[in-house]
């Protein structure tokens, strides 16, 4: 480090953003002069360029994972890497997550924390005063990274360049730490230069303007020198390494698109749109696109689909499609928009810190809508909300709810509303992937509620204003500190909307952002003829905890014969009854032409309603303007009218929904109807077709539809140029294969004409692929399939299979074996295949057999195959119980190459358990077990992703307490809290020896004793939910505990597990016991991220030992010198198996004391406080 | 042998003292063989106009004449046990002579021609008795060009054709199910004979021949075979792009044919060429090339396509966008677009200093 540089960095800019570190970064210059695909490993260094805010800054935090760092003075130490000790016996998830949150607060960018720590030299301390800024070069080696940069390197013969490996950074939230280190933190922007050295045949893709590329001596090189000039953090900082092939954009000469070779034909096609998507979003901001330049790569084994940094997007080469295919095509270009989207907010405008993260999901999920709404239509728009809508309110009535906006305040107290989870919400690298998505999904549909409250004028207004605000930031020198508006904050975001629009929306953000939860609206009307009143009825479930109450505006829409009607509810505390006065009469036998909601006048035919009453019908919160599940009641008829009438596509599907109820001819005629009118929206059409109820009319249908007007046997030659017709065409033989006669078998009419699609299919006068219309027809005769007959459970043979399977297995062969000739795209069939062969195999027609989709499942074939063979295999473990298969599957998470696969089973297996912690089951044993946390707890410290999904798993399998499989200890001591008061067992009589680790471990629960040994495994819940707030802490409990314990603990094992956290864990903050962190009282809370936090305020170390020594000096009697840590450590161990102890609480495991990080753990927290360290 | 006797009487001699020569009838046949061709070769000079020829010269044109017509034999032989059959026919004959160059077309006439000499029929010694099994119709007569002791025609029921007509099967359904149950038929035949010589894998366990999988196989690259279409819809794809160009006035299609033909040979890429025309031709003004009288035909056409179709010629501006960069990453020139990405690579010099410093 060497100081240089100009004067002292003022506070003035600051607005609203405390710096959680005592610098600020303003440059960082990162290198990487070689990479080898061989070896896999990359080495360079980075020069971070610092001002030191204070005045004696003796220690500077980085971030780093993975990387080997060369040098002297500086410490490293990373408890996540190992978030319990190895040796734990005590496997509750629990407890791991509570060791997993402090582990990751403690090296937490936001919180000023980091892996490394690099001490300023005290001569260098000296002079920062004269010399302001420091500059920090650290040399840093990778070698073959587990996370954050992923090599792909395929077999086979040439050069690297012609076997197209490449290598692209990837990771979930802020992972760049795992490549370089920094400040991995998206609020501490800086400048970056970013260097390099790469193959001469490869082409090095980073972010910012590339200013040079310079061959090495003798050409067999070159460096790639780029240079952001645009303050940027860390964590949007990205690279991809390969040998692309380069296509500049032809309308947008700042924009180079890249893909692996022989796709270039593919990327022109894909490409070809994205010029218009930049245009939208350049037209609805008023803003330029930040970024001087945008870059595009397609890599192969992408982490994401979509990974946007800044000023470039990491893609799938799966995306790349060509003109021939339709399906694919919508969807590529939506990512490109999201992508491009979050270039706006999430890559230029970054987060203050992770609580601010829904403002930017919102808000560039929602201008990605606008853009879906332009180019697709209001239609699809509604559908995708709808979608949406339906998805967060499922999510959060199964799994509880989702907080968008957690404020955290003190950081002692428990994560506020979500103590149902199973992780922490506090740290994004703690979150389920799934509770991710959603947490994305709500952040936009609350940012479209805000919309609604103060118009999208306004909404825009807000974005340009915030993206005004911060060029205008970017363009300042570091100097004049006006970075900070660059980082967008919850806060910021609502001084901006009430200083834009005026309007008031706390209490849309009370209900919807500091708060989770849904609202659930039963429903259900009576008109009364007298008053001409519309009674309706509305209640609420807000009894579960996912659900919320809701009082305010509630929008209802009537329609009656004289037209449709808005009204506006009060949804008032105690008001369940509301009456709406109707505006026509009913009229009977009178003709006249009824006004819809969108101005159009339309004849009906009234036979079917109710001649007293002028309701069509009635929707309740038309506009979905609050994140609700509504279930009304209406009558059939108007459904039907809905169905056929109402224009908007929610409404018609759920009147195809509702309709499900109600298999009448009626309904029939108006799924009938609908399906044929042309304007009718594809996605409706499709829906509807899914829950046809009726006999095969849809043969006569499709019949009219698809196939030859002479020969109405065969359909015709296939024209896709309708995608309308293309789509209802691959959806409807799908749905008629559902159809079931009164043997619950699927007809047989229904599978010969299934069969003469696929044997007349004929796709040579098509302009278009037809792989995903053969792969839907592959599903259809999967669904076709039910249940063999079998007698008492004989061999599946080939001799008894079923004549109309045959033809099945049949078609299903010949369509396998043909994709290895002539593949279709994305592999389509095979993946319809192999999911038809196990639905074959489930049905018990064809033997259940994992060992093809295991081949099928194998690395090098395309990930949608591994995908849909895994699902396969899955489902086999799940149904079969196989062990076997468990440990293949579990082996292929912790060794398959590709991160996505890995993450993408853990998902499975946690969607489809082989068991659950409810179930008895022969699977669920300790082996498995060990290999579970292993795997949590270790084995996968360098994908946030997978650790979290192993979390998901683990959860699923054993729930968030004590594993029933695991061996129960001898004794425990267990908490009453119905009586609150410490009750011994009477049946067990303490041994002399119990005591022993008691007091080390549990001392700090100062709930009353209950008593010991319970060894039913109920009990644990009852532990679990021990109040800590009713936990008092009190000289006199401590003594009657320990007195109770009848022996002192022994001084060693207090000893060991600080001594052991102590070596092997920040090492700064050893300075003696008194640097053991514990909290202050209230003695028994979770301490889960204040004893993080302490590690770094010695001040107030300086508490404990007294406070500890007032509460526990009895039994104090002698401190073991420093210099024996070790040696009491060993101890420890050899003596750990004869000191049979009880656990008092759940989190106070034995194995916990013993673990190195563990003194920052909630247990330690308490067991700080514990008599044996009060000395 | 009237005709012969015209010619110098060195033929005869030379006959002659062949005949004496030889005593086995294996000799006695090719010296006969021999006189005839002699007497040949001599008719058609005496046609050709000559009055008298040296021995030598008859003999080497003798042996010339001789050569080519085992030639036809022999390779009339090849041609008919080609097809597996033991008798040449005439059309093994035609392909013989069209493969040696003979111009097939040329011989009824010349059969006909009016100056020709009729050689007698050679003395014939021994009579091969053909089997008279069974006659049916009257064998047709010679026709006056054809010398009579040629073997007489065949039968007429080896010959004689009547032609019978059923109608082309159209029916759409037909032809549906046919072209439908020929490509299963294709592709099951395909699948099985892949399956049949590697690997595979089977749903039952007990009978892994009646639905062989083809074995799964990782590839080393698995996104290329999965992402590109494969050649067949590549194929199909040109047939339906050609097709649908067809149903579109053609002026493009003429225009740019006759552009590509009528452009300097100079141009080598046709693809390129014709997108560099399309691109410079209506800015640059045409003429000063090595083909000045083509090139303002070409171009009218083109012209007019600019005019007319205002769609045609956006897109073909985008090509006039793109292509100067592609030609730029290409030729290493500066370019209209500076994309970064296209500039050149800089010499090591400049790095060096910065990397000592």
């Avoid at chain 1, 399906?675 to 059409?685: D, S």
């Avoid at chain 2, 590839?219 to 279409?229: D, K, M, N, R």
């Avoid at chain 2, 500066?334 to 000592?356: A, F, G, W």
Wanted: charged share 20%.
């Amino acid at each position: 480090a060497a100081p240089s540089g100009p004067g002292p960095a003022s506070q003035k800019g600051e607005q609203g953003f405390q710096s959680p570190r005592p610098y600020k970064l303003a440059y960082q210059l990162v290198r990487i002069h070689s990479i080898s695909f061989h070896r896999r490993s990359a080495a360079g260094f980075v020069e971070l360029t610092i001002l030191p805010t204070v005045a004696d800054l003796s220690r500077i935090k980085l971030n780093s994972q993975q990387c080997g760092i060369h040098g002297a003075a500086f410490t490293y130490s990373d408890p996540t890497l190992e978030v319990c000790s190895s040796e734990a016996k005590h496997r509750a998830l629990g407890h791991f997550s509570h060791a997993y949150a402090t582990a990751l607060h403690a090296v937490d960018s936001d919180a000023g924390n980091g892996e490394l720590c690099i001490k300023v030299p005290p001569e260098l301390r000296k002079c920062v005063n004269a010399f302001p800024v420091l500059k920090i070069h650290i040399d840093f080696s990778l070698d073959r990274p587990q996370g954050g940069l992923h090599f792909v390197v395929p077999g086979g013969e040439g050069s690297l360049a012609e076997r197209a490996a490449h290598v692209f950074s990837c990771g979930y939230q802020n992972s760049t730490r795992s490549w370089f280190p920094c400040v991995d933190s998206y609020s501490e922007l800086c400048t970056w230069k970013l260097e390099f050295t790469v193959d001469a045949a490869m082409v090095a893709v980073s972010n910012g303007d590339l200013v040079d590329t310079v061959y090495t001596q003798g050409k067999r090189k070159k460096t790639f020198h780029y240079e952001l000039s645009i303050p940027t953090a860390a964590s949007n900082i990205s690279l991809a390494i390969g040998p692309f092939e380069v296509l500049v954009d032809p309308y947008m000469p700042e924009v180079t698109h890249f893909c692996l070779p022989q796709l270039l034909p593919l990327l022109k096609h894909t490409t070809s749109y994205l010029h218009k998507i930049f245009e939208f979003y350049e037209e609805i901001l008023t803003c330029r696109y930040p970024y001087s330049c945008f870059k595009t790569v397609f890599i192969d084994e992408a982490y994401v689909e979509v990974a946007a940094y800044a000023s470039m997007s990491i893609f799938s080469t799966n995306l790349l499609h060509g003109a021939t295919i339709i399906d694919e095509t919508p969807l590529t270009r939506r990512c490109l928009a999201q992508s491009l989207a979050q270039q706006f907010f999430g890559c230029f405008l970054s987060r203050m810190s992770w609580c601010d993260e829904w403002v930017l999901k919102g808000i560039s999920s929602y201008i990605y809508g606008l853009w879906l709404k332009k180019t697709f239509g209001v239609n699809e728009y509604h559908h995708w909300i709808k979608e949406e809508l339906d998805e967060i309110v499922a999510y959060e009535l199964k799994s509880g709810g989702v907080l968008l906006h957690p404020i955290f305040g003190g950081g002692n107290e428990k994560d506020p509303q979500v103590s149902h989870l199973h992780f922490s919400i506090r740290h994004p690298h703690m979150l389920s992937w799934e509770y991710y998505t959603m947490f994305q999904c709500k952040a936009h549909l609350v940012m479209r509620l805000i919309e609604q409250r103060i118009s999208t004028k306004c909404m825009l207004q807000v974005c340009n204003k915030l993206l005004n605000l911060a060029t205008a930031a970017s363009s300042q020198k570091f100097q004049s500190n006006m970075w900070s508006q660059m980082l967008l904050s919850t806060s910021g975001f609502l001084k901006s909307i009430s200083d834009v629009s005026g309007k008031d929306i706390q209490p849309l953000m009370k209900q919807w952002v500091d708060q989770s939860g849904v609202v659930k609206f039963y429903g259900r009307f009576a008109f009364n003829t007298k008053r001409n009143v519309l009674e309706l009825e509305l209640k609420q479930d807000c009894t579960s905890l996912e659900t919320q109450k809701y009082l305010g505006p509630l929008k209802v829409t009537v329609q009656e014969l004289d037209g449709s009607f808005n009204h506006t509810l009060q949804i008032k505390e105690d008001s369940l009854k509301h009456n709406i006065p109707c505006h026509s009469k009913s009229r009977r036998n009178k003709k006249k032409k009824i006004p819809l909601m969108n101005g159009e006048e339309v004849d009906m035919d009234l036979s079917a309603m109710d001649p007293d009453s002028p309701l069509l019908w009635i929707r309740i919160d038309p506009d979905m303007l609050l994140l609700r599940k509504v279930e009304f009641e209406q009558a059939d008829f108007m459904w039907q009218y809905q169905l056929c009438y109402e224009c908007n596509v929610v409404a018609q599907q759920e009147a195809i929904l509702a309709l499900e109820k109600f298999p009448t001819p009626a309904s029939r005629l108006a799924l009938t109807t609908i399906l044929e009118q042309e304007q009718c929206f594809y996605r409706i059409a499709n829906s509807m077709v899914s829950t046809w109820t009726g006999p095969p009319a849809m043969k006569s249908q499709f019949t009219r539809m698809f196939c030859c007007k002479t020969c109405p046997n065969m359909v015709k030659t296939n024209n896709f140029m309708n995608f309308q017709a293309y789509f209802l065409q691959k959806t409807m033989p799908v749905a008629m294969a559902l159809l079931r006669d009164a043997h619950n078998l699927c007809p047989k009419e229904v599978l010969t004409f299934i069969l003469g699609l696929i044997k007349y299919n004929d796709n040579r006068k098509n302009k278009f692929s037809d792989n995903y219309y053969r792969a839907e027809m592959i599903d259809a005769l999967a669904n076709c399939v039910t249940p063999a007959i079998s007698v008492n459970n004989e061999v599946r043979t080939l001799e008894n299979l079923n004549s109309d399977v045959r033809l099945i297995v049949e078609e299903i062969t010949r369509f396998l074996n043909l994709e290895k000739l002539l593949p279709s795209y994305r592999h389509t069939i095979t993946v319809s295949c192999l999911r038809a062969v196990r639905v074959l195999q489930k049905n018990g027609h064809v033997p259940s057999d994992p060992s093809l989709f295991k081949a099928y499942a194998e690395y090098g074939h395309f990930v949608d195959v591994r995908v849909a063979a895994l699902e396969a295999v899955v489902d086999y473990t799940k149904v079969d119980r196989s062990y076997q298969e468990l440990q293949w599957l579990l082996n292929m998470i912790q060794n398959d190459p590709v991160p996505y696969v890995r993450h993408k089973i853990l998902n499975m297996l946690t969607k489809h358990p082989p068991f659950t912690k409810n179930m008895e089951s022969p699977l669920c044993n300790e082996a498995l077990l060990d290999q579970l946390w292993k795997l949590m707890n270790s084995g996968t410290s360098h994908d946030w992703r997978l650790r979290c999904g192993a979390m998901d798993l683990y959860f699923t399998l054993f729930g968030l307490n004590r594993p029933s499989c695991l061996p129960l200890p001898e004794f425990r001591l267990v908490l009453n809290l119905k009586e609150e008061k410490a009750v011994l067992n009477p049946t067990i009589i303490p041994a002399p020896a119990t005591g022993n680790r008691e007091g080390t471990s549990n001392p700090s629960s100062h709930a009353p004793l209950a008593g010991f040994q319970n060894p039913l495994p109920s009990s644990q819940e009852e532990e679990m939910e021990m109040d800590m707030d009713t936990v008092h802490h009190s000289q006199a409990f401590s003594s009657q505990h320990l007195s109770m314990l009848e022996r002192p603990p022994t001084l060693e094992l207090s000893q060991c597990y600080l001594a052991s956290a102590r070596s092997a864990l920040l090492p700064s903050c050893v300075g003696g016991y008194e640097g053991a962190p514990t909290s202050k009282a209230p003695w028994g809370l979770d301490l889960t991220h204040k004893g993080a936090a302490q590690v770094q305020s010695p001040p107030e170390m300086h508490i404990y030992p007294f406070a500890v020594a007032l509460l526990c000096s009895p039994l104090s009697r002698k401190r073991p010198p420093p210099n024996n840590e070790h040696h009491h450590h060993h101890k420890h161990k050899k003596h750990k198996h004869k000191h049979k102890h009880k656990q008092k609480h759940k989190h106070d495991s034995r194995e916990k004391d013993r673990e190195p990080f563990s003194f920052s753990s909630p247990a330690l927290g308490r067991s700080v406080c514990s008599p044996s360290l009060s000395d | 042998m009237a005709d012969a006797a015209s010619t110098p009487g060195a033929s005869g001699s030379g006959t002659r003292s062949g005949s004496k020569q030889s005593t086995n009838p294996a000799d006695n046949y090719y010296l006969a063989r021999r006189r005839t061709l002699q007497v040949v070769v001599s008719s058609l000079l005496t046609e050709a106009g000559f009055e008298s020829a040296e021995k030598a010269s008859v003999e080497t044109l003798t042996e010339m004449l001789q050569s080519y017509i085992s030639e036809i034999g022999r390779s009339a032989k090849s041609y008919c046990e080609h097809t597996a059959r033991t008798q040449p026919t005439l059309s093994d004959i035609v392909v013989t002579l069209v493969e040696m160059g003979f111009n097939v077309d040329t011989l009824p006439a010349y059969a006909k021609r009016s100056q020709r000499m009729v050689i007698t029929a050679p003395p014939v010694t021994n009579q091969p008795v053909t089997p008279k099994a069974l006659t049916a119709g009257q064998n047709r007569p010679h026709p006056p060009h054809i010398p009579s002791h040629f073997p007489e025609f065949p039968d007429p029921h080896t010959y004689i054709k009547t032609p019978t007509y059923r109608e082309p099967v159209s029916d759409y359904q037909v032809l549906r199910e046919k072209a439908a149950s020929q490509r299963r038929d294709v592709e099951r035949a395909l699948t099985r004979f892949m399956a049949k010589t590697g690997e595979t894998q089977s749903l039952f366990k007990d009978d892994v021949s009646t639905f062989p999988l083809i074995a799964a196989r990782p590839f080393t690259i698995p996104y290329l075979t999965a992402l590109l279409p494969s050649e067949l819809e590549m194929q199909q794809m040109e047939e339906t792009d050609s097709s649908e160009q067809d149903e579109q006035p053609d002026t493009e299609n003429l225009a740019l044919h006759m552009s590509t033909q009528a452009l300097p040979v100079g141009l080598d890429s046709c693809e390129t060429g014709v997108c560099d025309l399309l691109a410079v031709e209506p800015l640059v003004s045409p003429g000063g090339t090595a083909h000045p009288a083509p090139r303002p035909q070409a171009c009218a056409p083109l012209g007019q396509m600019f005019r007319d179709e205002s769609g045609a010629e956006k897109e073909n501006t985008s090509v006039l966008q793109q292509n100067p960069s592609l030609a730029g990453t290409r030729n290493g020139e500066d370019t209209i677009i500076d994309n970064p990405y296209l500039r050149p690579v800089k010499k090591p010099k400049i790095r060096r200093k910065k990397s000592l410093s």
